[in-house]
């Protein structure tokens, strides 16, 4: 068996180095990888957390039932997943404009409660039913114009 020569030897050498420092890089990332898995559906557990947090309190100010007075379900039969939060003039859309962020996302709602803690007077709670047939008829008069 041949000895091997220096220059070999430092050659196999540097091939391990650069072998492990090629795993480092692979696991790593994979590590990284599984890690930011984990760290979204800790994200998003934590955020879902907060919107419910964030939608009790407003609830808590604007009250759980539907602000129209013609609402035709019952209070009692009222479901409060239905509850949903309205804009007494009608300018959600120019809020979420005005405000740049997403209509679902927290830091929308966390801006509704400031207001509503400051005293706005632009939100009410609506059912998704009244809500919806008011979203209706201006939509549809919006189109007549
Ligand atoms: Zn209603």
């Known amino acids: 068996m041949p000895m091997p020569t220096s220059s ?6 540097h091939r391990k180095t650069e072998h492990r420092k090629l795993w480092k890089k692979v696991y790593s990332l994979e590590y990284r990888v599984d890690n930011l898995e984990k760290t979204k559906v800790i994200e998003r557990k934590s955020r879902l957390k907060r919107h419910d947090e964030i939608l009790k309190e407003i609830f808590d100010i604007l009250g759980r039932e539907c602000s129209n007075p013609d609402c035709p379900i019952p209070k009692e039969k ?3 997943i239905a ?3 309205d804009h007494v ?3 959600g859309a120019k809020d979420r404009k005005v405000y740049g962020v997403k209509a679902t996302s927290n830091q929308y709602y966390r801006r509704i409660l400031k207001k509503l803690k400051e005293g706005s007077k632009d939100y009410q709670t609506l059912c998704a039913y009244c809500n919806w047939v008011k979203g209706y008829e201006q939509r549809r008069s919006r189109r007549l114009k």
């Open 8 to 13: 070999s030897r430092k050659n196999d050498r």
């Open 78 to 80: 009222m479901n409060p």
């Open 83 to 85: 509850l949903q939060i």
């Open 89 to 91: 003039n009608n300018d």
